[in-house]
Structures are given as structure tokens and as C-alpha cells.
């Protein structure tokens, strides 16, 4: 069976949920992309979700025990483009 079992067939797999830290930080918006492709190749430190492409906002969803490893990515990719820390946003819930 492969990885997307038949509805009806088999046992249904239950996701582990990871509690993950959110960071939220602006970017020059022309290396969002940069940003995330970072960050695949970095794999299961950190994940990235766009918020506002226009402004660059984005936000990590850091893997427990990451947050250093995450924080350290930013910090360098910040001598290369503008990045910026921002304070959680209140009205923005990304699960």
C-alpha cells in the first residue's frame, strides 16, 4: 500500500501533531522564496507559511528543539537581505 491509503481500506494513520514554536519576521519580499527553499534543505528544522507577500511577512513553524538552528538561518540570511523579527500577530492564527 502506498503512502495514501484508499478511504475505506485499512487502518487510518493518526499524524503526530509537533508543538512547534512560531517566529514571525519580514523580508525583502523577493527572497521569500529563498527563505523557504533554505529551509527545505534544512529539513524538519522549520517550516515557512507566507502571511503577506506583498509586506514579506512570513512566519516559521520551528520543530521543538530547533529554535537555535532556526534563528542562527535567519541571522545569516539578514547579512545577505533585509530581515526582520516582528512580534506574533495577534489576528493571525496559522495551525
Known amino acids: 500500500m502506498g503512502p495514501y491509503p484508499i478511504k475505506g481500506f485499512g487502518t487510518r494513520r493518526k499524524e503526530a501533531k509537533l508543538n512547534t ?55 545569516d540570511l539578514g547579512r545577505h537581505f533585509m530581515v526582520e523579527p516582528r512580534p506574533a500577530a495577534p489576528n493571525c492564527e496559522i495551525n
Open 21 to 75: 514554536t512560531k517566529r514571525y519576521y519580514r523580508v525583502d519580499r523577493r527572497y521569500i522564496n529563498r527563505v523557504r527553499f533554505v529551509f527545505e534543505a534544512y529539513e524538519g528544522v522549520a517550516v515557512v507559511t507566507t502571511l503577506d507577500a506583498g509586506s514579506g511577512a512570513i512566519v516559521l513553524s520551528i520543530a521543538p528543539g530547533c529554535e537555535d538552528t532556526a534563528e542562527a538561518v535567519m541571522l
